[in-house]
């Protein structure tokens, strides 16, 4: 028999996002309880291979579990017990094909698609880096879709926090009137142009990449509707330059003022994509911000915000990712970029602004990551700081996307969103890499 789990798996960030998951099915019979899960969107490789798990642990009393006649719900503690299996730490979960439930004559009570193929504690991770992986992209795009409608606005002027949708209160004058509810703005297009340059061009081919995002600029290339309605001025400037000359190494102003948000904002990809080390994760989110963003400062806050992702892709939680990727990327640093790093670590001490300034930006970003608990609640209040809201929340979307996944995600924020056929076909390339 199983050892049960710690009652505080709570806490733990890569639980959270597990307990996301709700409306599942319990079923149970003589010696163990098998809890089927709603369906996660998988790629559909993945999900040809429908199944269910049986988890080899009875509670005292199967009774405890709340009963409605002979549905039976999950109470919360018996949830927390599964999910602490489905991050392989208890290996005594299986996988069972769905003949094999009929066969075995349990109670079955099915919502929806059962969706998954879990053999061994390795698969099950895999799979929750799946969803965690997608949970980054789509948390990035409706970060910025939710927030586009916001964007300009001062905090005192926004709806209350519980308010702030897609559709914002009738009362309130949004910013972009004419762009569709869930639409994702530059933010959104200029990652998914990085995400496609990332999976043609592991290492990033910076020429392919920067015409990627001048064929956002001119023909709306990964955007939903093939509208751009929003550019900032230093993308703008440095993409007309590239326009002219043609070198994605000399476009971009270096100034001390040249240090906007746009480069961070589509980073995220760089730590989706492949397998890799750190020092690649580095090299790639200091690369893609040079055609546009090719400040120090700029490049750097890229780095911390990179790899930062990269681990929480891997399952650490924010706050360790956080501390890994600033002693990683000062170990990376060259003796001239020390003042430039510690500019950004020293930008944490001040006040959030959700400006657009990169410094701001990034430490804006990631306390609504480190002050919420669900993925809604961190990006409502990524919004509530005003300014670049869209941007904000998409940083912050991006990063709470990883660590709660892709059901952590509301169900009315995905369907709202526009272009999911264009998000489903770059994560089906995501996950065959
Ligand atoms: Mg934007």
Same mark, same amino acid.
């Given at each position: 028999m199983a050892r049960e789990p710690p009652d505080s798996i709570g806490v733990d960030s890569s639980v959270r996002f597990s307990i996301a998951a709700t409306n599942c099915t319990v079923q149970y019979g003589p010696d163990s309880v098998r809890l089927i899960q709603p369906p996660v969107r998988l790629s559909s490789r993945v999900r040809r291979r429908?199944?269910?798990?049986?988890? +080899?642990?009875?509670?005292?009393?199967? &009774?405890?579990?709340?009963? %409605?006649? +002979?549905?039976?719900?999950?109470?919360?503690?018996?949830?927390?017990?599964?999910?602490?299996?489905?991050?392989? &730490?208890?290996?005594?979960?299986?996988?069972?094909?769905?003949?094999?439930?009929?066969?075995l004559g349990w109670t079955t009570e099915r919502h929806g698609t059962i969706v998954g193929h879990w053999t061994s504690e390795k698969n099950f991770m895999a799979l929750d880096k799946i969803a965690r992986t997608r949970g980054g992209l789509y948390g990035l795009l409706i970060g910025d879709a939710l927030g586009v409608p916001y964007e300009f606005s001062t905090p005192d002027s926004l709806p209350a926090r519980h308010l702030i949708e897609m559709s914002p209160p009738d009362d309130f004058s949004r910013a972009h009137?004419?762009?569709?509810?869930?639409?994702?703005?530059?933010?959104?297009?200029?990652?998914?142009?990085?995400?496609?340059?990332?999976?043609?061009?592991? %290492?990033?081919?910076?020429?392919?990449?920067? +015409?990627?995002?001048?064929?956002?600029?001119?023909?709306?290339?990964?955007?939903?509707?093939?509208?751009?309605?929003?550019i900032g001025n230093q993308t703008r400037y440095a993409l007309e330059n590239f326009a002219r000359h043609g070198n994605p190494l000399t476009c971009s102003p270096v100034d001390d003022w040249s240090n906007g948000n746009g480069s961070l904002m589509r980073t995220l990809p760089c730590a989706l994509v492949g397998a890799l080390t750190p020092t690649e994760v580095v090299a790639r989110a200091r690369q893609q911000s040079l055609p546009t963003h090719a400040h120090p400062r700029s490049q750097l806050a890229c780095a911390l915000y990179a790899v930062m992702a990269w681990r929480m892709v891997d399952g650490e939680g924010p706050v360790e990712g956080l501390d890994f990727a600033q002693d990683f990327?000062?170990?990376?640093?060259?003796?001239?970029?020390?003042?430039?790093?510690?500019?950004?670590?020293?930008? &944490?001490?001040?006040?959030?602004?959700?400006?657009?300034?990169?410094?701001?930006?990034?430490?804006?970003?990631?306390?609504?990551?480190?002050? %919420?608990?669900?993925?809604?609640?961190?990006? &409502?209040?990524?919004?509530?700081?005003? +300014?670049?809201?869209?941007?904000?929340?998409?940083?912050?979307?991006g990063l709470a996307g990883i660590l709660y996944g892709e059901q952590g995600i509301p169900d009315r924020w995905r369907q709202a969103l526009k272009g999911e056929v264009i998000v489903e076909e770059m994560l089906a390339r995501v996950t065959e890499v």
């Open positions: 429908r199944c269910c798990c049986e988890l +080899n642990w009875l509670p005292s009393d199967p &009774r405890s579990l709340n009963q %409605t006649g +002979n549905r039976p719900r999950a109470d919360a503690r018996f949830l927390r017990v599964f999910q602490y299996s489905l991050m392989g &730490r208890r290996p005594n979960v299986r996988a069972l094909p769905l003949s094999e439930v009929d066969r009137s004419s762009v569709p509810p869930g639409t994702w703005s530059d933010d959104g297009a200029q990652a998914l142009v990085l995400l496609d340059s990332l999976l043609q061009y592991a %290492t990033l081919d910076l020429r392919h990449f920067t +015409n990627g995002l001048l064929d956002w600029y001119r023909y709306g290339f990964m955007t939903p509707d093939g509208t751009v309605f929003d990327v000062e170990s990376t640093l060259d003796p001239s970029e020390r003042s430039e790093f510690f500019t950004i670590l020293d930008g &944490r001490l001040d006040p959030s602004k959700g400006s657009g300034y990169v410094v701001d930006s990034l430490w804006s970003a990631i306390r609504s990551v480190l002050a %919420t608990s669900d993925y809604e609640s961190c990006v &409502r209040l990524a919004i509530s700081l005003g +300014n670049d809201t869209d941007t904000t929340a998409c940083i912050a979307g």
